[in-house]
C-alpha cells in the first residue's frame, strides 16, 4: 500500500466494551509499533513487533491491553473491559528493520463513553 | 528517565517571519533527535534527524542542530510560509533493538498570511 493504514478512523464504544483497533504497515516493514497520544500529549510508546513477536511491549499501560500480528503484516491492538480514560488517538507506524525513520498511520480516534 | 520538553504553543507567525521552535531533551545515553510533523488531517512523518552531537538536520528550509552541551535540539526555519501551519513534535531514540521513539508534546505552528 502507500502507506500505514488504520481502520477504523474514529471508534465510539461504551465503558466496559471491548475493542479491536486494525494497523496496516507499509508492505515490506517488519517493525511495527503502537503509540497513544491523549490530548494535547504526545505520542506515548505501547507496543514494538518485530516480524509475528511483541520485541518490546513496556509501554502497555495495563493486562486490558493486547496486541498481535500473527503473520506478520496487519496488527491488532486489543482492549477489554474499555475505560473513559482509555479515550486517545491510536497511532500505528511501520518501518525497515535497522532505519531509524517511522511512517505513521493517521490513528484510530478512540472515544470511551 | 528520558524525556524531551518543547516550548508550549501555539505559535502564531505572519509569512516570511522567522521561526524557532526549543526542544530540550533529558538522556541517559547518546540518542538520536528528530523533529516529526503533522499536517492537517495527515499521519506524523519525519521533517529531520541528526545522530550525534553537533550533526545538522535539514529539511525544507528547517533545520536544527543536535547540541550535546545544551541538551538542545531546537527547529529552526528563516522564512515561514502558510503551507507550514502544522504541530511538530520533537522526539530521541536510542535505535537497536527496538528504536522507539520519546517524544515532547507538540507545538502548534500557524502562520498567517
Known amino acids: 500500500g502507500a502507506g500505514v493504514s488504520q481502520t477504523p478512523s474514529n471508534k465510539v464504544t461504551e465503558k466496559g466494551k471491548y475493542v479491536e483497533l486494525r494497523c496496516d504497515p507499509i508492505?515490506?516493514?517488519?517493525?511495527l509499533y503502537w503509540y497513544r497520544q491523549s490530548l494535547g500529549q504526545g505520542p506515548e510508546f505501547l507496543i514494538y513487533f518485530q516480524g509475528t513477536g511483541a520485541a518490546d511491549d513496556s509501554g502497555l499501560p495495563n493486562d486490558r491491553f493486547f496486541a498481535v500480528r500473527p503473520e506478520g503484516s496487519v496488527s491488532t491492538l486489543k482492549i477489554q473491559r474499555t475505560e473513559r480514560g482509555d479515550s486517545a488517538v491510536y497511532l500505528c507506524?511501520?518501518?525497515?528493520?535497522?532505519?531509524?525513520?517511522?511512517?505513521f498511520g493517521q490513528g484510530t480516534r478512540l472515544t470511551v463513553v | 528517565g528520558d524525556s524531551v520538553t518543547q516550548m508550549e504553543g501555539p505559535v502564531t507567525l505572519s509569512e516570511e517571519a522567522f521561526l524557532t521552535i526549543n526542544c530540550t531533551y533529558t538522556?541517559?545515553?547518546?540518542?538520536?533527535l528528530f523533529w516529526y510533523v503533522q499536517y492537517p488531517g495527515e499521519g506524523l512523518q519525519l521533517l529531520l534527524k541528526?545522530?550525534?552531537?553537533?550533526d545538522k538536520g535539514s529539511n525544507k528550509g528547517f533545520e536544527a542542530t543536535y547540541r550535546k552541551e545544551t541538551t538542545s535540539f531546537h527547529l529552526e526555519k528563516g522564512s515561514v510560509q502558510v503551507s507550514d501551519s502544522a504541530v511538530y513534535f520533537c522526539?530521541?531514540?536510542?535505535?537497536?533493538?527496538?528504536?522507539?521513539?520519546?517524544f515532547g508534546t507538540g507545538t502548534l505552528l500557524a502562520v498567517q498570511p
Open positions: 507506524a511501520s518501518s525497515l528493520v535497522g532505519t531509524d525513520e517511522a511512517f
Open positions: 538522556a541517559t545515553g547518546y540518542p538520536s
Open positions: 522526539a530521541l531514540s536510542y535505535g537497536g533493538a527496538t528504536n522507539k521513539l520519546i
Open positions: 541528526a545522530t550525534k552531537a553537533d
Open positions: 508492505s515490506g516493514h517488519t517493525a
